[in-house]
């Protein structure tokens, strides 16, 4: 069965597409004019073992704020649309990070009410911009976006860190890797892994 997501999305700010294959191996076509984004979800494509192709064109002149957080919106539904009625899927995944001095952890369910906590980012560097045009605070955003629009339960946490590149970097892995084991097929189960019968 096939679990791929394609979605394409046009806004006043910015034209995006993305196509997501859950069953992938990691191979990754990322261009969205953020370079610093363009590594993270590169990153998060490789650790979570998906093929991902993301093409994202915005108000960059601006600032990168439009650009990240449609792009989000968009890996986000494209994700949702490839988990389709999530038949078989273990649902629960977690993982811990470690990036030399930081430790990120995220927990995700496949459950179709979304939220988001996000929590751990040192407050000193809510200024902070990474890369030129990556500021640190929309890894934030970028998660509230994605888990809002996936449909899933996500709790994020750097544990500790000192370096902005590496908290990041550490969270969008720990992302991907907890998604990864989430949406992982389940060989004991074939139904949708839920009392309710649907999810």
Known sequence: MSRIGKVDRTTKE??????????????VEVDTGVAFYDHMLTAFGVHGALDLRVSATGDIHIDAHHTVED?????????????????????????WIPMDETLAHAAVDVSGRPYCVHLGEPARFET???GGN??????????????????????????????PHHMAEAQYKAV????????????RLGGVPSTKGVL
Do not use: M, N
Request: proline letters at 2%; glycine letters at 8%.
């Open 14 to 27: 910015s034209s995006i597409s993305v196509e997501v294959d859950l069953d992938g191996s990691g191979q």
């Open 71 to 95: 792009t989000a919106i968009v890996l986000g539904q494209a994700i949702r649309e490839a988990l389709g009625d999530k038949r078989g899927i273990r649902r629960f995944g977690d993982a």
């Open 134 to 163: 990556y500021p640190f605070v929309l890894t934030r955003h970028v998660f509230e976006s994605l888990s809002f629009h996936a449909q899933i339960a996500l709790h994020v946490r750097v544990v500790h860190g000192r370096d």
């Open 176 to 187: 991907a890797r907890a998604l990864r084991a989430a949406t992982e097929a389940d060989p």
């Open 128 to 130: 902070f911009t990474i």
